[in-house]
């Protein structure tokens, strides 16, 4: 199996900035891709970001130009650095993997338990 911890979550004025990590761990053979959604009470999860093992990386539109994810591949751990936050990103984030334990594995999703970022206006 493998596990995800976020971390890096917390509470920020509108206008500030956040970094979130992800370490992936466990009995991981390959991690085809990493990325982060999130979700407010009462609405669906959305997608934020998202990066390849090949480096690709993919943004909502909302977040566009203010976030910035990449990766530590000898790590396993994915970072979001978040800058100029808005109120309207307050959600808890959540990060994914995309990951085999084994070579003849199927690839699968797995994730975190979630990290509370809070902006404040």
């Known amino acids: 199996q493998v596990q995800l911890v976020e971390s890096g979550g917390g509470l920020v004025q509108a206008g500030g900035s956040l970094r979130l990590s992800c370490v992936a761990s466990?009995?991981?053979?390959?991690?085809?891709?990493m990325g982060w959604y999130r979700q407010v009470p009462g609405k669906q999860r959305d997608p934020v970001a998202v990066?390849?093992?090949?480096?690709?990386?993919s943004y909502a539109d909302s977040v566009k130009g203010r976030f910035t994810i990449s990766k530590d591949n000898a790590k396993n751990t994915a970072y979001l650095q978040m800058n100029s936050l808005k109120s309207e990103d307050t959600a808890v984030y959540y990060c994914?993997?995309?990951?085999?334990?084994?070579?003849?594995?199927?690839?699968?999703?797995?994730w975190g338990l979630g990290t509370q970022v809070t902006v404040s206006s």
């Open positions: 990066i390849t093992s090949g480096g690709s990386t």
């Open positions: 994914y993997a995309q990951a085999r334990v084994a070579v003849t594995s199927t690839p699968r999703i797995y």
């Open positions: 466990g009995s991981i053979f390959s991690i085809n891709a």
